[in-house]
């Protein structure tokens, strides 16, 4: 280990963030290193139960007490991950005042007590990086605070509860009950055994108290969100908004006008056409408007071990580059890639054939895609038109090469009064 | 002027982006100090013609030749967008073999010239910044490059070129051929006199080709890219595709797969159901896939005087956070927010209520939304269900505070069977 090459870190909690993270430094190890030049060292890590068994980092050491990291000098950035305020706020606070940066996914104690653990950051000139509080996966932080730090910023509204999110599409897809939705959110890890936090829209508060504060630079306390959650949310109003034409989702939703700013929670109506209805099940999502930017919309998932880890590794990464002056990919000249040949690309395909109307076309066809082992999902025919019968097949997954092979036999023939038209198929969830 | 305090730019093209930044540079110049506790301070404008009469930033010197700028020490960052590859080529070498970073949007050069640009960046540990290249506003790079930082990426795959999806999107909604709605889309701006970059698929292929670089961290010869464009597409493939239920785009897509990369550019069947599938008109849109992140999404505007110079500002303003070490915002302690009051809010509005089965309850209810100047838009009475007749509203916008004085006053009166439900309506495009 040497902390002159690598970046040292001390590690609070192993929980589902804590393992994703420890899983994601080993997996994805030569990223990092490609990306940063160093690798990332764990410390330690500190657990309430050191007795209990746990894959640890290569020489890592177990303890239980995490303010014990805080003293090594060698430890250069604090990772919180135990959840809860007292204990993390005491660990972020004493990191900064150590003069250690601090990554965290803990947004109930940023947006209820972080303004302290802010400044002391600032006055420090330290980083206190949240990515992972926000939205899991979705880099909404870093998008606001880098990418859009030249705009005003209008508005930002988006559904930040994924369990809330779960709930709902599980009742507007189904017509379930909400009792019965959150039992099966509950059953399939979606929602906790209390789910006040999520169902009563506290959590998507927290969330949106830490994107108005980033926004706009201030402090909104969090007692100041209005929030209603989705407790009593009844199958009755979600299928009459369908009825409507709408679909509920609870959303945060904060708005700079007039020189004030409003911020709240609450389930709303939105259109069924806009692209926010489509965000389903536990997936979170963001709009956010600015005067240059104009609107921006981010996608992904909102919690779980990996995608929340993925943060918190970014995060982690931005305050290496800082630490070392690198300014991304530390390859000076770039390999060559690996280039794939195309020609075995997968995938299935849409043909349309304009042909003579004449008996056997299809057979002749048909007889060519066996011949190079492309199996038929889909045919129309259609009648006669001007420049033929229009003859469309959809396939299952074939090579290029094969359908570049059937294209020259079935253009050999003569069959086919144009051109013939294909273009590959993406599947998509 | 104060190089100390300041950062310095040499602007270099003063065309649609150009000016676009000049103009964000003036309206967002409290943003900018907010975030840096700095001002940007234009130095130079290169343009072709000086003789012109243009919009300059206060202060900024104009000149014909943009070499002139990187002469000068003061100058710390060169902002490139005059497009092109001869002189925008040398203005770039040059900038960073003399310790200036650069911010670009100049895709092609990049993409076709670019590794000699990018390995000369990092020999020097400079920035050679390219936002504004890849869809536009969207903060791509920046998501994969600094957010995504400790994945594996999977794949990548999106609409890449705003000309050529508004015209697949004109085709798809009004059944119209290729060439009508090219002709729309150039009368509108949308597309160039000379469409061939946009419609044959190369400039969604030079973003693709960066892409890959970043995401991977190789050089993948833009002149490997597969590239097939849409200026053979009929309406009647699109209809074929509709009927199946597909939408037709043109997609880049690049996917890490047995240690090999594969890139290409072609028109594509997506579901018609996939959230892709609704990315209309102008708009970009990326998915990103990595082994950490899980499914991430991204959209906006993909080109666009402001939007482009929001992305260029972005990279200025992350160059000046290095260059002056700071975290983000500049302010040790947040001011209170101004918080608006709730109750003067304005929306449309649902409502529902469980009523008795008796005459005169329509009229008592909507005496009292004509009290508090609620204008209803529509209204639905189903028949008695077990706890009473449901009558559920939409309302034109309304405050907050005259829905709270109605259902005070609705349910004073005798005619709820429960506690009223109403949510806010959020009207979108």
Chains 1, 2 share one sequence.
Do not use: C
Request: glycine share 8%; aromatic share 6%; hydrophobic share 45%.
């Amino acid at each position: 280990m040497s902390a002159a090459k690598d970046l040292v870190i001390g590690l609070a909690g192993l929980g589902t963030v804590g393992s994703g993270l420890v899983q994601l430094l080993k997996s994805n190890a030569s990223e990092i290193e490609q990306r940063t030049g160093k690798k990332i060292i764990v410390k330690y890590v500190a657990v309430r139960d050191v007795n209990k068994k746990r894959d640890l980092p290569e020489g890592a050491k177990l303890i239980d007490n995490p303010l014990l990291m805080i003293e090594d000098p060698e430890v250069q950035v604090i990772v919180e991950l135990i959840g809860g305020t007292n204990l993390a706020g005491t660990l972020i606070r004493k990191a900064l005042e150590n003069g250690k940066s601090v990554v965290t996914a803990n947004k109930a104690l940023l947006a209820e007590k972080g303004e302290e653990l802010f400044t002391l950051a600032e006055e420090n000139n330290l980083f206190l990086a949240y990515e992972a509080s926000v939205a899991g996966a979705i880099p909404v932080v870093q998008t606001i605070k880098d990418s859009l730090a030249g705009n005003k910023i209008h508005n930002i509204f988006g559904i930040l509860n994924g369990t809330s999110n779960y709930i709902l599409s599980e009742m507007s897809a189904n017509g379930t009950q909400f009792d019965e939705a959150l039992k099966r959110a509950q059953e399939l890890g979606f929602a906790e055994a209390d789910p006040t936090l999520d169902i009563d829209g506290f959590d998507a508060a927290h969330k949106l108290k830490l994107l108005v504060r980033l926004a706009w630079g201030v402090h909104y306390p969090y007692d100041k969100v209005s929030i209603q959650g989705i407790r009593n949310m009844s199958a009755m109003d979600i299928a009459f908004a369908q009825s409507l034409g709408y679909t509920i989702k609870l959303l945060g939703q904060a708005e700079y006008k007039n020189n004030e700013i409003e911020a709240g929670v609450s389930p709303v109506l939105i259109p069924a056409k806009a692209i926010l209805s489509r965000v389903d099940g536990a997936f979170n999502a963001i709009h956010i408007n600015g005067n240059a930017v104009g609107p921006l919309f981010l996608h992904g998932l909102g919690a779980g071990s990996l995608p929340t880890a993925s943060a918190v590794l970014g995060d982690i990464m931005s305050i290496m580059k800082n630490i070392y002056d690198t300014t991304g990919y530390v390859t000076k000249k770039f390999p060559l890639a690996p280039i794939a040949n195309i020609d075995n690309s997968v995938s299935p395909w849409y043909l349309r054939l304009m042909v003579h109307d004449t008996v056997g076309v299809l057979r002749d066809v048909a007889g060519i895609f066996a011949k190079q082992s492309i199996s038929i999902a889909q045919v129309i025919q259609k009648k006669q038109q001007e420049d033929g019968v229009p003859l469309v097949f959809m396939t299952h997954e074939t090579t290029v090469k094969a359908m570049k092979n059937a294209l020259a036999e079935i253009k050999a023939t003569n069959i086919l009064n144009a051109e013939p038209v294909a273009f590959r198929v993406l599947e998509l969830a």
